[in-house]
């Protein structure tokens, strides 16, 4: 069981990009999936998931209004969209899967590699 993350690069501030994230089997649908981010010097934080069917999503309050997360289920994919983006959303992103509605980084089972995002000022 895999999770494969992609899309990062480097964006002007006020730009967007998005990420995405592929699951290697279905049986992700009973999973609520997401995205983590850790940049330089930092612990790794929250930045929003959901559950396949589209319920619970949640964001972290640094990202609510700019990303959204998104899915294609016959593809097996979770998108993190990123707009407005800000010097500060620089760091490394990681997509995860959790078998409940979770915040916490511990309570992820999966993990993705990270994709690398960085913003210029």
């Known amino acids: 069981v895999q999770l494969q993350a992609s899309g990062g690069g480097l964006v002007q501030a006020g730009g967007s990009l998005r990420l995405s994230c592929a699951a290697s089997e279905r049986t992700f649908s009973n999973y609520y999936t997401g995205w983590f981010r850790q940049a330089p010097g930092k612990e790794r934080e929250f930045v929003g998931a959901m559950y396949w069917s589209g319920s619970s999503t949640r964001y972290a309050d640094s990202v609510k209004g700019r990303f959204t997360i998104s899915r294609v289920n016959v593809k097996n994919t979770v998108y993190l969209q990123m707009n407005s983006l800000k010097p500060e959303d620089t760091a490394v992103y990681y997509c995860?899967?959790?078998?409940?509605?979770?915040?916490?980084?511990?309570?992820?089972?999966?993990w993705g590699q990270g994709t690398l995002v960085t913003v210029s000022s």
């Open positions: 995860a899967a959790a078998p409940r509605v979770a915040t916490m980084s511990a309570e992820y089972t999966y």
